[in-house]
């Protein structure tokens, strides 16, 4: 199956596993994503970490109790995976190398953000409902349609008119990037608007279907990578507001969580 070789070059450039790390933003993310799988996740699942990348929330969820398998496109995050202790193995998430009905719960923490036409994301996603069983748990991740002027605006770059460029496409139409500007060409992804996430799970035949914010609010705020030195009380605020409809849009990541129906 064609994987997009401007994902590849992409994460042959980018160190994927510092993005979770990075003090404020990256912990925000990091442990928002914890909690969640903390409260969903039935105790002792096996899981299919798809898109896993180097295996930060794989490692996780084994030291938790959890019986993960990561499969991942990229062959260095496949090593750096094992390299933590976690299975891996390469695949992507339109072709996993899984029977059918083989595990109680499906991560697609990424694959979503690069599949940029719809066919392919519902491909994803209804291929995440072949290999889990019936009942069985999905999160899957988007980047919210706004999260590029929310990220241009806190990095105080909304002068530099370039930007407008792709801020008013992703705006339009979602895309990161025009497939015409000559390779490489930086991060190529798709913006989700929320409403079209629950479409999409729907479309692929999921049930149960919830939207979630992951970093919520919190991301905007000045002092956030203090904050995070004491996180709890800022978890617990995000978890209250984290299934509210007017606050999706604000937070750059949000989960839908849906169910292979029994």
């Known amino acids: 199956m064609r994987f997009e070789p401007r994902v590849r070059e992409w994460y042959d450039s980018y160190d994927e596993d510092a993005r979770l790390w990075r003090p404020g933003s990256g912990d925000l993310l ?97 291929e995440a409902r072949r290999v889990l069983r019936p009942g069985g748990l999905l999160l899957a991740e988007v980047i919210t349609r706004h999260a590029g002027v929310m990220d241009a605006t806190l990095r105080g770059v909304l002068h530099e008119e370039q930007i407008w460029t792709d801020l008013d496409r992703i705006a339009r139409t979602g895309r990161a990037q025009d497939r015409a500007r000559p390779r490489p060409s930086g991060f190529w992804a798709y913006f989700h608007d929320l409403p079209e996430l629950a479409g999409e799970l729907a479309s692929a035949g999921f049930t ?16 956030l990578a203090g904050r995070m030195l004491d996180p709890e009380p800022l978890l617990r605020a995000v978890r209250l507001t984290e299934r509210e409809p007017s606050m999706l849009g604000a937070s750059p990541h949000a989960l839908g969580v849906a169910r292979r129906p029994a």
């Open 30 to 126: 990091r442990l928002r994503t914890w909690d969640i799988f903390a409260r969903l996740l039935p105790p002792a699942s096996v899981v299919a970490d798809v898109g896993g990348g180097p295996g930060a929330h794989a490692a996780r969820l084994a030291e938790t109790g959890h019986d993960v398998l990561l499969i991942d496109p990229m062959p260095q995050h496949v090593a750096a995976a094992r390299a933590r202790g976690v299975p891996a193995v390469l695949g992507e998430a339109r072709a996993l190398p899984l029977p059918g009905a083989a595990v109680d719960v499906v991560l697609l923490m990424g694959p979503l953000y690069h599949l940029v036409e719809p066919a392919d994301r519902v491909a994803a996603l209804v």
């Open 208 to 223: 149960g279907i919830e939207l979630l914010a992951v970093e919520g609010f919190a991301h905007l705020l000045p002092d």
